[in-house]
C-alpha cells in the first residue's frame, strides 16, 4: 500500500507550513506512481521527480526543501492579491459552516452567488448586467460557443456559427476551450478543433512586423479579420474571440492600432466580439479589465482565475445586453450548465477577494503606481546582451532572447529553436529564486498584484542575475 509511509506531518496551527516536515522524495515517488499532471511529460517527470510547492506568503512561495521563490506568475496568472490572506479562508470556512453547496438549476439560487454577479456587473462596463458562472475559464468558453450560437439561432440565422479566432491563443483545455486556442500541439492531440472554429494569424508584432512600424502592423494584423470574415462569409461568422494581450502564447502585446480595428471590423459585418478576460481581468492591466485598456466594448467576457485570485475555482461569463437580451426574452430554457456553476464557496471566496482588490486599490495601485514602476524597471533589462526586447502592460511581461542584439528588434539574431534557451534560462530563474515562465525564446510574469516597489526590484534584479547566469552557461 503506498499510502502508509505518509509524509507529510499535518503542521500545528502555530506552526509554519514550510517547516513542517516533508518527505520530499517520497511525496515525488507517490507523485510519479499516481498522478497524471496536466501539460506535463508523465514519464520525464518520473525520472527527475516533481518540485513539491508546500506554502505560499504574499509574493513567495515555498518548496519542500524550504527553498524560498518569488513566485513572478501569481500561481498560474491567478493569485492577484497574493497568498496567505486569512480574510478569503475565513469566508470559505464561513461559508462552509454555512451552506457549502447547493444548485443553481431548476429555479434556485444562493445568496454568495447572487451577490456576486452583482459586484460583476457593479465593477465591469456598463453593457453588462448578466453573468453565467462555470467552474474554469475553459468552461467559460465552452459556454461562450453555446452561448453566442444560440443567440444567433434564436433570431433565425441558424448557419451563423462559425467563431474566429487567432493562432497562439489560448482559451483553455476542454474541446471547445482548446479548438478556440490557436496552439498547434493541442490541436494536434485529439481531432481538434472542432467544426466552426477557424483562425487567423496573431498580431505579433516581433514576428511578422519587419519593415513596418508597430501602428501599421496593428492594422494590418486586423485586417486579417476582414479577410476571414469575406472568406468564410459574413452571414456565417458569429463571433471574434480574443485575449486582451495573449498570455499563455508568450505575452503578446498588440499594437495600439489592433483592437480599436477589430471593434470596427466586428461592428461593420454585425459579429459578436468576445473578450477573453481570464488573464487580463480584475485588475492584470491597470483596469478592472483589459477591454477597458485597450478601448472596445465587448458583448461577451470570458472571465475566472484573478476573480478568485485562484483560492477556490471559479469562472464564467458577463453577458451583454445585446446578447442576454434575446437569450432571455425569446430563449426559454438554456439547456447549458455546471453542478458548480454559481458553487457558494467559490463565489464567496470571490466576494472577499473582489473586496481586497477594492479595499487596497490595487487596480489604480497598477495603472498609475506599480505597473509605471515595473515598466521602468522591466523595460530596463532591454540592456541585457541576451534581450533583444522587453516590454510590460500593465503587470504581465515579457523578453526575448536573442543571440545575437541589433538596434531593431526585427535584425536580432534569434536562437537555434533546439538549443531550448528558454528552459536554460527558466532553470537559472528557479535556481536562482523567482518563478518565471518560458514560451519558445520569450520569458514571461505575471507578478501578484499587490508588489511594492522594493518587490518590484528584487524581481528585476533576480531576473537580471538569473540572465547572467544563463549567458555564462551558453558562452
Ligand atoms: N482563457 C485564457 C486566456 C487562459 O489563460 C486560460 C488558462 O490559462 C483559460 C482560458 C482556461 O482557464 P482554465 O484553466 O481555468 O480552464
Redesign the pocket.
Known amino acids: 500500500n503506498t499510502l502508509a509511509p505518509m509524509a507529510i506531518v499535518a503542521p500545528t496551527a502555530r506552526q509554519s507550513v514550510a517547516q513542517a516536515p516533508v518527505n520530499t522524495r517520497a511525496i515525488q515517488d507517490l507523485d510519479a506512481a499516481h498522478y497524471l499532471h496536466p501539460f506535463t511529460d508523465s514519464k520525464a517527470l518520473a525520472s527527475h521527480g516533481s518540485r513539491v510547492i508546500v506554502k505560499g506568503e504574499g509574493i513567495y512561495i515555498w518548496d519542500s526543501e524550504g527553498k524560498r521563490l518569488l513566485d513572478g506568475m501569481s500561481g498560474?496568472?491567478c493569485m492577484n492579491v497574493g497568498y496567505g490572506r486569512k480574510s478569503i479562508s475565513d469566508a470559505v470556512y464561513a461559508q462552509m459552516q454555512q451552506l457549502p453547496f447547493y444548485n443553481s438549476f431548476f429555479q434556485t439560487t444562493n445568496v454568495p452567488a447572487v451577490q456576486l454577479a452583482a459586484k460583476l456587473v457593479e465593477i465591469s462596463p456598463p453593457q453588462f448586467n448578466h453573468v453565467f458562472f462555470t467552474g474554469?475559464?475553459?468552461?467559460g468558453?465552452d459556454t461562450i460557443v453555446r452561448m453566442v450560437r444560440r443567440y444567433w439561432d434564436l433570431q433565425g440565422y441558424q448557419g451563423r456559427h462559425v467563431i474566429i479566432s487567432r493562432h497562439n491563443a489560448?482559451?483553455?483545455?476542454t474541446m471547445a476551450?482548446a479548438s478556440l486556442g490557436g496552439m498547434s500541439g493541442m490541436h494536434e492531440q485529439g481531432g481538434l478543433p472542432i467544426p466552426g472554429i477557424v483562425h487567423i494569424g496573431q498580431p505579433y508584432y516581433l514576428e511578422g512586423g519587419k519593415g513596418k512600424t508597430p501602428e501599421e502592423f496593428g492594422l494590418e494584423a486586423a485586417s486579417w479579420l476582414e479577410q476571414k470574415i469575406l472568406e468564410v462569409g459574413a452571414d456565417k461568422v458569429a463571433a471574434f474571440i480574443g485575449?486582451p494581450v495573449q498570455?499563455?502564447g508568450g505575452v503578446i502585446i498588440p499594437p495600439s492600432t489592433y483592437w480599436p480595428e477589430i471593434q470596427r471590423i466586428c461592428d461593420k459585418y454585425g459579429i459578436l466580439l468576445v473578450a477573453?478576460e481570464?488573464?487580463c481581468g480584475f485588475g492584470r492591466l491597470g483596469h478592472w479589465f483589459g477591454s477597458e485598456y485597450f478601448g472596445i466594448k465587448p458583448d461577451l467576457m470570458?472571465f475566472?482565475?484573478g476573480v478568485s485570485s485562484g483560492y477556490v475555482p471559479l469562472?464564467g461569463v458577463l453577458v451583454g445586453d445585446r446578447v442576454a437580451d434575446v437569450l432571455i426574452e425569446k430563449g426559454g430554457d438554456f439547456n447549458h450548465g455546471f453542478t458548480y456553476s454559481g458553487h457558494p464557496v467559490a463565489c464567496a471566496a470571490a466576494l472577499e477577494n473582489i473586496r481586497i482588490i477594492q479595499e487596497e486599490k490595487l487596480v489604480d495601485q497598477v495603472r498609475e503606481d506599480t505597473g509605471p514602476y515595473l515598466k521602468q524597471k522591466f523595460e530596463a533589462l532591454a540592456d541585457h546582451p541576451l534581450v533583444g526586447a522587453a516590454e510590460t502592460c500593465g503587470f504581465v511581461a515579457g523578453l526575448v532572447l536573442v543571440q545575437k542584439k541589433a538596434a531593431n528588434i526585427h535584425d536580432c539574431v534569434p536562437f537555434d529553436s533546439t538549443l531550448d534557451v528558454g528552459m536554460i534560462c527558466r532553470d537559472h530563474m528557479f535556481n536562482g529564486g523567482m518563478i518565471m515562465r518560458a514560451v519558445g525564446n520569450r520569458m514571461i510574469i505575471a507578478p501578484p498584484l499587490v508588489m511594492t516597489h522594493a518587490e518590484i526590484d528584487e524581481l528585476v534584479t533576480l531576473i537580471r542575475v538569473c540572465l547572467d547566469a544563463t549567458l555564462a552557461d551558453l558562452t
Open positions: 498560474l496568472w474554469s475559464g475553459s468552461e468558453n489560448y482559451h483553455g483545455s476551450g485575449e498570455g499563455a477573453d481570464v488573464i470570458t475566472a482565475k469562472g
